[in-house]
């Protein structure tokens, strides 16, 4: 790992924070329950993972360990859309703050995943937070979707904004 590479996952983890809490914010006040699958998440559901995703992967590289049995203090999930940006904020901070201590050799270094893999810390804060977090913000865009809700522009220009122009 270089320290280009230590330095651009923290700048991108916080760049990717910032259109996350965006993302929150474009949520409908009133479909917290929304279910498009009766075996899926609902939409306050969904959207509180992206804040359990950075909470339970931080907290476990922090103590070295993961546990899923772990109580993360904050992580109560919001039971109003209006909660979930300034709670995702919150977990985003203290995230940060546990793993900031962390140096480019870190990255390199392996501890026990939750499935009892060893990994590398830099691949755990990479893929199973990083790319994860992604992921699951795409589900939450579907959902808008479903729901008729303009999807925010999030990394280029969005056919929902007014400004978009097809060329």
């Given at each position: 790992m270089?320290?280009?590479?230590?330095?651009?996952?923290?700048?991108?983890w916080?760049?990717?924070?910032?259109k996350?809490?965006?993302?929150?914010?474009a949520?409908?006040a009133?479909?917290?329950?929304?279910r498009?699958?009766?075996?899926?998440r609902t939409?306050?559901?969904?959207?509180w993972h992206?804040a359990?995703?950075?909470?339970?992967?931080?907290?476990?590289?922090?103590?070295?360990?993961f546990d899923?049995?772990a109580k993360?203090p904050?992580?109560?999930?919001?039971r109003?859309?209006?909660?979930?940006?300034?709670?995702?904020?919150?977990?985003?901070?203290n995230?940060?703050?546990?793993?900031?201590h962390l140096?480019?050799?870190d990255?390199?270094?392996?501890?026990r995943f939750?499935d009892g893999?060893?990994?590398?810390?830099?691949?755990i804060?990479?893929d199973a937070?990083?790319?994860h977090l992604?992921?699951h913000?795409g589900?939450?865009?579907v959902?808008l979707?479903?729901?008729?809700?303009?999807?925010?522009t999030v990394?280029?220009?969005?056919a929902?904004?007014?400004?978009?122009?097809?060329?």
């Open positions: 270089t320290t280009h590479e230590f330095v651009t996952f923290f700048s991108s916080d760049a990717e924070a910032k996350t809490a965006q993302l929150l914010r949520l409908p009133n479909q917290y329950d929304f498009p699958d009766p075996e899926g939409l306050g559901q969904l959207a992206l359990e995703i950075e909470g339970y992967m931080s907290s476990g590289v922090a103590a070295g360990k899923f049995n993360i904050g992580l109560e999930r919001p109003t859309v209006a909660d979930l940006a300034p709670g995702y904020e919150r977990v985003h901070a995230a940060v703050a546990r793993v900031r140096t480019a050799d990255f390199l270094r392996t501890i939750f893999s060893m990994m590398p810390i830099g691949s804060l990479w937070l990083f790319r992604i992921h913000r589900q939450l865009c959902y979707r479903l729901l008729n809700v303009p999807v925010p990394y280029f220009n969005s929902d904004d007014p400004n978009w122009v097809f060329d």
